[in-house]
């Protein structure tokens, strides 16, 4: 598989991922503490990787151009995992903490793939082509798991416990 073909792998597989993340934030369901980072540490793991490749690959240095960029590419995820996680409404239910993400949240999931997709476009034009091209799951994964400690901090004060963690849960 060349470079471009998994490049477009890799798109295609953030999608099918984000489609299925942003849905399931929109619907009702308890917060489980886990789950709020286990998803956003394989993406930051899987996009360091991803990353490295694909600097590795081109036979280059990760220059100040890249260094830059994914600088502003991070702070703008990190901005809007802010946004999105203080939207998201928490309210007890069953004598768990449960979570729905809202309009607000939802806004905040387009706004962060336009701005992300207006920064890749503008980091190939400046020369930063790894980071246009590869840091998508390392963009997502922080996004996300920002968004998660904005939750869980926002949960501990809430006073209301997590919900227990469903494939820990003992049958005896």
């Known amino acids: 598989m060349n470079l471009g073909t998994t490049n477009a792998l890799n798109y295609l597989v953030i999608a099918a991922l984000a489609v299925w ?3 399931r934030q929109l619907r009702a369901r308890p917060v489980v503490a886990r789950q709020l980072f286990v998803l956003p540490v394989i993406l930051v793991v899987l996009g360091i990787g991803s990353l490295n490749s694909a600097v590795s690959k081109s036979g280059a240095h990760f220059s100040t151009s ?42 905040g999931w387009v706004l962060s793939f336009a701005v992300r997709g207006g920064i890749g476009v ?17 963009s997502f ?9 904005v939750v869980y901090l ?10 227990a963690d469903p494939r820990r849960a003992r049958a005896w």
């Open 21 to 23: 993340v942003v849905t």
């Open 66 to 107: 890249d260094a830059t960029w994914l600088a502003i590419d991070l702070a703008a995820t990190i901005v809007f995992g802010v946004i999105r996680g203080t939207s998201i409404r928490l309210y007890p239910e069953g004598g768990v903490l449960w979570r729905k993400g809202t309009l607000v949240t939802l806004a």
């Open 122 to 138: 503008l980091a190939s034009d400046h020369g930063a082509k790894a980071v246009a091209s590869s840091a998508l799951a390392l």
């Open 141 to 149: 994964g922080v996004s996300l798991a920002v968004q998660g400690a």
């Open 154 to 163: 926002r949960g501990l004060r809430e006073g209301t416990p997590f919900a």
